[in-house]
């Protein structure tokens, strides 16, 4: 690999004298371009193109600078308990305002944060009290290790969306579903308000931040 060389040549220099350290310092500025664009020596339309964006890790978040968005990567580790930190990405605005952009976890009980809002989601089963079938049942979901690396919403639930689950066609009596009765950062509370022998919990999605 060519080697940047710094070093301007003397006024007296010929460009015969010159043209090696040029052509370095100009092979060298391909290859740096190169690793996040199409080389400046690329044959095509895609010549400038980003193909990659490689973005290095800092520590905590960067100053607000006005009239601009800052997007950066920082680790963050989940608020779950054996939590094991990433390398995540982040946008913070020219006031100061963090969005966390990326991490998950997925399967039937899961977590994915997408541009600033986390959406948690997963299927309920066990009851408090009550049952399914009889129409009493009522429970409580708390959102941090309900399963291995679920997590609480940081700042805020702004809506917990239910819906019913049957283990075959509903008889007897229709399963109307289960209602929220209260909502936090860290769990919320259900009843459910009606019945039928098929009834055999709830699916539900969380939104939040």
């Not at 963050?76 to 094991?84: E, L």
């Not at 982040?90 to 997925?106: D, N, P, R, Y």
Request: proline share 4%; glycine share 12%; with cysteine.
């Amino acid at each position: 690999m060519s080697t940047y060389n710094p070093s301007i040549p003397a006024a007296t220099d010929f460009l015969s004298d010159s043209q090696v350290d040029i052509r370095n310092n100009f092979t060298q500025a391909d290859t740096t371009m190169g690793i996040d664009h199409y080389n400046f020596s690329d044959g095509t339309s895609n010549n400038g193109y980003h193909k990659d964006t490689h973005i290095v890790k800092r520590v905590g978040n960067p100053a607000t600078v006005a009239g601009t968005v800052i997007n950066f990567v920082k680790d963050y580790t989940p608020d779950t308990t054996g939590g094991v930190a990433d390398t995540q990405l982040f946008s913070e605005t020219a006031a100061g305002v963090i969005s966390q952009l990326t991490g998950k976890l997925t399967g039937n009980d899961g977590w994915c944060w997408m541009s600033g809002i986390l959406v948690q989601w997963g299927i309920t089963t066990a009851v408090t009290t009550g049952s399914f079938a009889s129409g009493t049942a009522t429970g409580t979901v708390t959102f941090k290790d309900r399963v291995a690396g679920a997590i609480p919403f940081p700042t805020a639930c702004f809506v917990v969306i239910p819906g019913t689950r049957n283990n075959a066609a509903p008889t007897g009596s229709r399963y109307a579903g289960v209602t929220i009765l209260t909502k936090a950062t860290t769990n919320f509370t259900w009843s459910c308000n009606g019945s039928s022998s098929a009834a055999n919990g709830f699916f539900w999605v969380a939104l939040g931040n």
